[in-house]
């Protein structure tokens, strides 16, 4: 079976509370720059946020992102985690990830999408008709 997507699923702290919340890290190979991080809420919804794959990538071992998402190593803590911080006009998030199951995740989308070939995979056709027909 060959799939153009990848979803990993995880329980991830957030803002040091000791409550894990439910949180799914997703990618599709028609969009092959960006990964979607979504978050459950407690009525059941999921918040989502897009961002680029490469800033995850860089988070694995140096500070990145200098917007609204920014992911870092927790070395100060603990090696084994990752620090994500998503900030909007709303409020601002912190949330703790496995740095191994990010590590499982990023290793699936190289699967489907090297790194450095992201241009082969992304249909710029698709993109101007989606935007043409607001």
Known sequence: MHTDAI?????VLL????????????????????????FRTERGR??????ARELLVTGLTDPAGLGDVRVRPDLSEDEAM????????????SFELEREDVETFLESTYDLVPLGSESEHFDVEALIEEISNV
């Open 7 to 11: 979803h990993q699923s995880q329980f």
């Open 82 to 93: 990752l620090t994500l911080e998503i900030e909007s006009p709303d409020g601002y998030a």
């Open 15 to 38: 803002n040091n509370s000791s409550t894990p919340v439910l949180s799914r890290l997703s990618f599709h190979a028609g969009e092959p720059f960006a990964v979607t991080v979504s």
């Open 46 to 51: 999921w918040v989502e946020w897009t961002f």
